[in-house]
């Protein structure tokens, strides 16, 4: 008699990064870097007239000047100061292999393994659309997942505002 075939335990292996009223959660092959909050330059001051809710400055990577984005003020929650403890996270975008894009953490991201069993869309979600792709919960607590695609093309559109203002 045969034994049943053993079942195929699919996992995520992700990061969830720490944001201020939010923590995101992505996949570990998107994390490229992540850097101090002192290598944020900030935005010029004409550039800080602009309405360029979500850019929080650049920051200097590998010879590229890379936009920052903050993921909360894009979403249009205020805009919080990153903590002490504020990372860089430095993303691979999806458009090319040298697409890269940077969001600000309230703190270094933090590998997570996932099962379905864990990991739950959460229905009650009402800001998914535009730069969140989905919402879904950890056990109970509630994470954002990002649309990388919607992100890059965010991040371009106001590194080319600020460029001009």
């Known amino acids: 008699m045969r034994s049943p075939a053993?079942?195929?335990?699919?996992?995520?292996?992700?990061?969830?990064?720490?944001?201020?009223?939010?923590?995101?959660l992505l996949p570990n092959a998107?994390?490229?870097?992540?850097?101090?909050?002192?290598?944020?330059?900030?935005?010029?001051?004409?550039?800080?007239?602009?309405?360029?809710?979500?850019?929080?400055?650049?920051?200097?990577?590998?010879?590229?000047?890379?936009?920052?984005?903050?993921?909360?003020?894009l979403l249009g929650h205020d805009r919080a100061p990153p903590g002490l403890r504020g990372r860089l996270v430095v993303l691979q975008g999806v458009s090319s292999p040298?697409?890269?894009?940077?969001?600000?953490?309230?703190?270094?991201p933090r590998r997570v393994t996932l099962s379905h069993q864990?990991?739950?869309?959460?229905?009650?979600?009402v800001d998914v659309g535009g730069v969140i792709a989905q919402r879904c919960r950890i056990a109970r607590q509630p994470v954002a997942i990002p649309d990388l695609a919607v992100l890059e093309r965010e991040a371009a559109a106001l590194a080319a505002r600020a460029s001009g203002a």
């Open 118 to 125: 864990v990991l739950t869309a959460d229905a009650l979600a």
């Open 98 to 108: 040298e697409a890269r894009l940077v969001l600000v953490a309230q703190s270094a």
């Open 6 to 24: 053993p079942q195929r335990r699919e996992v995520l292996y992700a990061a969830l990064i720490p944001l201020d009223q939010d923590s995101a």
């Open 30 to 73: 998107a994390l490229l870097d992540v850097l101090p909050m002192a290598l944020l330059a900030p935005l010029s001051e004409a550039a800080q007239r602009a309405d360029l809710r979500g850019l929080a400055g650049w920051v200097s990577y590998r010879g590229h000047r890379l936009p920052a984005l903050q993921l909360e003020a």
